[in-house]
């Protein structure tokens, strides 16, 4: 097992930056890919971004690419995921997922990709 616990959701205005952590517990954290999901009201899950265990390679959305930048530290089990240039349109609550093997390499952009999820944080980006 796994246990994912997300932090530094809140609400800024248009234009500005948060980082989310994502602190993991449980199974060797380097074993995993890691990704950020969202969820806007009314929608589904999308893919954020995410990164191989060895860091060497990240994948972003298109929507986000150029100003989030998603990074791993495995010696505090954490995952990053810097936000700059916020928008109101990512406002939605924001989720960390990990995922092993060959599952993650194939899936990674999807849910499937993953085995287990935080319980997500919310950002709200004011107008």
């Known amino acids: 097992q796994v246990q994912l616990v997300e932090s530094g959701g809140g609400l800024v205005q248009a234009g500005g930056s948060l980082r989310l952590s994502c602190a993991a517990s449980?199974?060797?954290?380097?074993?995993?890919?890691m990704g950020w999901f969202r969820q806007a009201p009314g929608k589904e899950r999308e893919f954020v971004a995410a990164?191989?265990?060895?860091?060497?390679?990240?994948y972003y959305a298109e929507s986000v690419k150029g100003r989030f930048t998603i990074s791993r530290d495995n010696a505090k089990n954490t995952v990053y995921l810097q936000m700059n240039s916020l928008k109101p349109e990512d406002t939605a609550v924001y989720y960390c997922?990990?995922?092993?093997?060959?599952?993650?390499?194939?899936?990674?952009?999807?849910?499937?990709?993953?085995?287990?999820w935080g319980q997500g944080t919310q950002v709200t980006v004011s107008s």
């Open positions: 997922a990990a995922g092993a093997g060959l599952s993650f390499m194939i899936s990674y952009r999807g849910s499937r990709g993953y085995d287990y």
């Open positions: 449980g199974r060797t954290f380097s074993d995993y890919g």
């Open positions: 990164i191989r265990w060895s860091s060497t390679n990240t």
